[in-house]
């Protein structure tokens, strides 16, 4: 059933395709997860979700933790487990390529000063960092418009760590902002679905063969 369906929407996408939404994921309220939303036919998200070193602050109205490695680096944050974790997965016979994130974060005066956002196609055994930032404010962030992921495709696991804090109470949240499609988000993939060479070759084969029959 599953290769059906991704037959299907190859189909739809088989004429044209332009970098557009990808998948939102949502600021609040804040819990244990944040499903995806307004996902692109073929896709799949992955629901929005802290790794095991970190835990929910639970008197916040944004998807907000504590607990972040104090001090530290990356690698202290790799090896914590202190991170946020999104991503999505595609259906056989298409591709994804990505064009940007935007996201909107921020800290208290206690949280992590630092992060970095990691994309893995095979869960975490290798990474690429895509974005870095050395100075995470605790006055509010603005919104990061279009952090780029040229060369980042497929099926993926993105990860927000961070780590820098000064006390384990500090927290790292993600934010609202107000994208201009509508809706209130905090995390957002654009980019494009597009059918893989051999999955056109299949509808190729699949066209010429119902023109046989026909004739």
């Known amino acids: 059933m599953k290769k059906i369906v991704s037959l299907l929407a190859v189909a739809g996408l088989a004429a044209a395709a332009n970098a557009a939404v990808v998948s939102d994921w949502a600021a609040a309220p804040n819990g244990v997860s944040i499903a ?20 929910l602050q639970g008197s916040s109205s944004t998807f907000n933790s504590n607990s972040w ?16 974790q999104f991503g999505v997965t595609v259906d056989i016979g298409l591709a994804l390529n990505l064009s940007d994130l935007e996201i909107r974060y921020d800290r208290s005066g206690t949280g992590p000063n630092q992060m970095a956002i990691l994309f893995s196609s095979d869960n975490f055994a290798t990474s690429t960092t895509v974005y870095t930032d050395a100075s995470v404010s605790d006055t509010g962030e603005e919104a990061f418009p279009a952090l780029g992921l040229s060369g980042i495709t497929g099926t993926g696991l993105f990860r927000v760590y961070a780590w820098g804090a000064s006390s384990s109470g500090g927290t790292f949240d993600i934010e609202t902002i107000n994208f201009a499609g509508g809706g209130t988000y905090g995390i957002r993939l654009n980019g494009e679905v597009v ?8 509808l190729g084969l699949g066209g010429l063969v119902a023109g046989r029959r026909r004739r």
Not at 37 to 49: A, S, Y
Request: net charge negative; hydrophobic share 45%.
């Open 195 to 202: 059918p893989t060479p051999g999955a056109l070759a299949l």
């Open 36 to 55: 995806a939303t307004n996902v692109v036919t073929g896709v799949t998200g992955v629901d929005l979700t802290r790794g095991p070193g970190i835990v």
């Open 69 to 84: 490695t104090v001090g530290g680096d990356l690698a202290a944050a790799v090896a914590n487990n202190d991170y946020l």
